[in-house]
């Protein structure tokens, strides 16, 4: 699921700590291939990404050989995902985060009920991987790359034929939750919520805030203050820097605020981070044919507006959403229309058309802050970035307080992300500070 496969094999036993039992590699070829009728032979496992070190989690190939019942020899391979267990940093960071669990929950709870939701109703679309074993810290994939699936540069901007993919496709995960939501009101005779049943609080006002080691970080604030040394960076804003700085925490304030379940809009179980990192494609003659939405950490019971322009501001640029994003909408919402009238339902009833319109507007400077947020970080070239986290003191100073200094490096020395950065930083000043504040304007 992710580019790149280092050679070096491992066993089964890494780092002392077992990344997978022989029982538990059994009870993943038998989800696979629907039987236990078969001999297993051995496991290898490769780590993913040069020296296997992701941020949020460790990542392997795991190659199983077996027998089947008629004697033939069969190789399987499958994607693995765990807690850092090499990086005692990240895996204290990401349990205090809590994201791994919830992506745990959602491929153990939710992701079960949308696949049952859809697949009754007739649905066809298949946006998430097959996941075949949950623990608390392990998860085990269908190796999407066998399947001829690729992902793209994070920091690559979608072009229309990615966009449309995504967006008809996360119709469909946003209608399988409706979906499900509609039986069970249906057979029951009483209102309910598909967060009712997670174990998983998908409903929390918001993940930023962090503990680790008994003090209270800040993840979205350390990004907030990320774009106060770019404002001296950008002619644009000459002689009003500190009046915009003032202005910032209000970036958190717009997530806050649209980062929490809606009581009048219908909610969605939403993916929750979707950009270009956390998408793959399967391509046709240079086409994008399919689509799988990978990394469910950050996901969340929202209106689904909130999934479309984060998607959008993270992985398009503002000319192409000038141009494209009405057409788009427009695809989503009639994908949306047809998944949720295959199983019975009228779109019109339960989020209508121009209530998903309006609410994408009123979105839209959630997705403004989450690009100036996020994008001075996420899209920082990896050549910059190696080795950056490794030590304690930097881990903790640029993951949760100040990375000013490497984003500003990074702004200077690279011209496509000095582009790409001013862009959603400019965006997010003019439209959701400058625009309420004319006595700034006119300084």
């Known amino acids: 699921m992710v580019k790149g496969v280092s050679c070096r094999t491992v066993g089964c036993r890494l780092a002392d700590a077992e990344v997978l039992t022989?029982?538990?590699?059994?009870?993943?070829?038998?989800?696979?291939?629907?039987?236990?009728?078969?001999?297993?032979?051995?496991?290898?496992?490769?780590?993913?990404?040069?020296?296997?070190?992701?941020?949020?989690?460790?990542?392997?190939?795991?190659?199983?050989?077996?027998?089947?019942?008629?004697?033939?020899?069969?190789?399987?391979?499958?994607?693995a995902k765990t807690l850092p267990r090499q990086s005692r940093l990240r895996e204290d960071f990401i349990a205090a985060y809590g994201c791994f669990n919830r992506e745990v929950a959602f491929y153990s709870t939710v992701a079960p009920l949308l696949?049952?939701?859809?697949?009754?109703?007739?649905?066809?679309?298949?946006?998430?991987?097959?996941?075949?074993?949950?623990?608390?810290?392990?998860?085990?994939?269908?190796?999407?790359?066998?399947?001829?699936?690729?992902?793209?540069?994070?920091?690559?901007?979608?072009?229309?034929?990615?966009?449309?993919?995504?967006?008809?496709?996360?119709?469909?995960?946003?209608?399988?939750?409706?979906?499900?939501?509609?039986?069970?009101?249906?057979?029951?005779?009483?209102?309910?919520r598909i967060s009712d049943s997670c174990s998983v609080d998908l409903v929390d006002k918001t993940t930023a805030t962090v503990e680790i080691d008994g003090k209270a970080r800040n993840w979205f604030d350390s990004c907030v203050k990320t774009v106060e040394p770019l404002l001296e960076l950008l002619p644009k804003y000459k002689g009003k820097c500190d009046a915009i700085r003032a202005e910032l925490p209000r970036m958190r304030a717009v997530a806050e605020r649209l980062l929490s379940p809606s009581d009048e809009l219908r909610n969605v179980v939403c993916h929750g981070d979707l950009w270009t990192s956390n998408l793959l494609f399967r391509y046709q003659a240079d086409s994008p044919t399919q689509v799988r939405f990978v990394d469910f950490q950050m996901a969340r019971y929202l209106p689904p507006s909130t999934d479309i322009m984060v998607f959008l501001h993270l992985s398009t640029r503002r000319s192409f959403r000038q141009q494209w994003e009405p057409r788009l909408l427009g695809e989503y919402y009639e994908a949306l229309e047809r998944e949720l009238w295959h199983g019975g339902v009228d779109a019109q009833r339960v989020l209508p058309r121009q209530q998903f319109l309006d609410s994408c507007e009123a979105a839209r400077d959630l997705g403004r802050a989450v690009a100036a947020a996020y994008c001075p970080t996420v899209l920082m070239p990896a050549e910059?970035?190696?080795?950056?986290?490794?030590?304690?003191?930097?881990?903790?100073?640029?993951?949760?307080?100040?990375?000013?200094?490497?984003?500003?490096?990074?702004?200077?020395?690279?011209?496509?992300?000095?582009?790409?950065?001013?862009?959603?930083?400019?965006?997010?000043?003019?439209?959701?500070?400058?625009?309420?504040?004319?006595?700034?304007?006119?300084?």
Do not use: W
């Open 22 to 79: 022989r029982i538990e590699c059994e009870l993943v070829v038998s989800r696979r291939l629907g039987t236990r009728d078969f001999e297993f032979l051995d496991v290898k496992l490769a780590k993913l990404g040069g020296d296997g070190l992701g941020f949020m989690s460790e990542q392997y190939a795991v190659d199983v050989r077996i027998r089947t019942a008629d004697s033939k020899l069969c190789n399987l391979r499958f994607f």
């Open 115 to 192: 696949k049952t939701a859809l697949q009754q109703n007739g649905g066809k679309q298949k946006y998430i991987p097959e996941c075949y074993f949950t623990t608390k810290d392990t998860l085990v994939f269908e190796d999407l790359t066998e399947g001829d699936f690729r992902s793209l540069e994070p920091g690559q901007a979608l072009d229309y034929d990615h966009c449309s993919l995504v967006l008809k496709n996360l119709a469909a995960l946003h209608a399988a939750s409706i979906l499900h939501e509609e039986n069970v009101i249906k057979s029951e005779g009483k209102i309910y």
């Open 384 to 443: 910059h970035t190696d080795g950056m986290l490794r030590m304690r003191d930097d881990f903790e100073r640029i993951l949760l307080v100040d990375r000013g200094r490497e984003v500003c490096e990074c702004f200077l020395e690279y011209p496509d992300y000095r582009d790409r950065v001013t862009e959603v930083v400019q965006e997010f000043v003019d439209h959701c500070i400058l625009s309420s504040n004319p006595s700034i304007q006119n300084d």
